[in-house]
């Protein structure tokens, strides 16, 4: 029997990509007389959804690591 290697790679534009191309061809064409900030917004806003979501964890495990220090050093006096 002969093995069939299978590789299935997606590549493409995505969704936030086509959904550029779509803003930017809408405001080219003066059918939307959006900012450019939000034309482009579908390749910021996942980005700082990203970044958000590290900043909270961060912030979460600082608190959480420094309520247990001053607790640990409570418990030792």
């Known amino acids: 029997m002969s093995e069939s290697n299978s590789n299935s790679s997606t590549s493409g ?20 007389g959006w900012s450019w900030l939000w034309v482009l917004s ?12 590290f900043v ?11 309520v247990k220090y001053f607790v640990d050093k409570y418990k030792e006096d």
């Open 42 to 53: 579908p390749l910021w806003i996942p980005l700082a959804i990203v970044v958000g979501i």
């Open 56 to 66: 909270l964890v961060f912030v979460g495990l600082s608190l959480f690591a420094g």
């Open 13 to 32: 534009i995505g969704f936030c990509g086509l959904l550029t191309v779509l803003f930017v061809g809408l405001k080219l064409t003066n059918y939307i």
